[in-house]
């Protein structure tokens, strides 16, 4: 993983999380049954971790 990767994964997040700004976050995440907010939490959380690893 190059300093690039995580720019560019930075700007992705960003490009896909702003058009929902604002947004209600507490509605089921498409089918699942976690809510948006708790689905994000998961996916930071799980990162964070990945990266305690490396």
């Not at 990767?5 to 509605?27: F, H, K, N, R, T």
């Amino acid at each position: 993983m190059r300093a690039g990767d995580i720019e560019s994964a930075a700007a992705l997040a960003l490009a896909v999380l702003e058009p929902v700004d604002g947004a209600d976050w507490s509605v089921p995440a498409g089918d699942l049954e976690w809510s948006c907010w708790r689905t994000l939490d998961h996916v930071v959380d799980t990162l964070l971790l990945y990266g305690s690893y490396v």
